[in-house]
Structure formats: structure tokens, C-alpha cells
């Protein structure tokens, strides 16, 4: 156990891109850090706030056994919200690196579509390996 609890400390020996997700909620007091350990490994330049994404409609899946009653922490049932999205600038290899603070969110509510839209966008923003396909390079 051991073991494998100092392996996540590190970020694994291959070079993919990542993109962390949370709810503001999930977070502890101190939020979310200023640097990435996946940003410095990839040799990444700063880290920009992008414009916020704002949605009206609620997400579809979320944990409904946690709902008697939710918690703010857990999260509630889904409703609109915005997230902020934080990317790390040129990354070698044209990969991604990325944290998306779902606002006023927790855990386990619905993931608005926008937002989802925009996870999906950053994912299909990382570049293949050369002379390998998207799935043979671990993107």
C-alpha cells in the first residue's frame, strides 16, 4: 500500500496530456494550486485563466444516492452553473494540461453540457505523437 500511495504522488514516467476536473465545493480552503507538477514535467509555460464557461442548463448524470440529503461538498441535484478554466501554455509535445473549477459545484453534480463541450474541445486540442496514432500515444 505504501507503494502505491508514493506512485501518486508523482506524475507516471509517460508523457500525457491531463486536465483536472473538480467542484469549487470538493476543494479543500486552500483551492486549487497555482502550479501542476503535469504542467512542470511537460515543460509548460504559465498558466492563463480562460474566459469562463457559462451554461443554463443543468447536467444530465449525477450520483442521486447522495441526495438524502446533499451537501455542498458531495453535491446536489444538477442545476446551471459556469466553470473556470485554467490551461497551461505550450506544452512540449503539443500535449495538454489543464484544471477546471466547476463553480459553486461539488462532487457529483451533473456536468452542465457547455462545460462538457469544453473538456471535450481541450481533449481534441492535444497533439498524436509523431508517427503514432491518438490511441497508441496515450492521449
Known sequence: MAAAM??????????????Y????????????????????????GARVK???VVDTKAGYVYDSTRQDPGSDAWGRLPR???A?????????????????IRVSKGHTEGLEPH?????VKLMLSAKPVKGKTKKESGD
Not at 508514493?6 to 486536465?19: K, N, Y
Not at 462545460?115 to 473538456?119: D, I, K, P, S
Request: aromatic content about 10%; hydrophobic content about 30%.
Open 115 to 119: 462545460v462538457t463541450e469544453e473538456l
Open 21 to 44: 476536473e473538480t467542484g469549487q465545493f470538493e476543494m479543500d480552503a486552500k483551492g486549487m494550486p497555482e502550479t501542476s507538477e503535469w504542467a512542470n514535467k511537460l515543460g509548460c
Open 84 to 100: 473556470e478554466i485554467y490551461e497551461y501554455q505550450n506544452c512540449k509535445g503539443g500535449r495538454v494540461v489543464a484544471d477546471v
Open 6 to 19: 508514493t506512485a501518486l504522488r508523482e506524475p507516471p514516467a509517460h508523457e500525457f496530456s491531463f486536465i
Open 50 to 52: 480562460k474566459a469562463n
Open 80 to 82: 446551471p452553473g459556469s
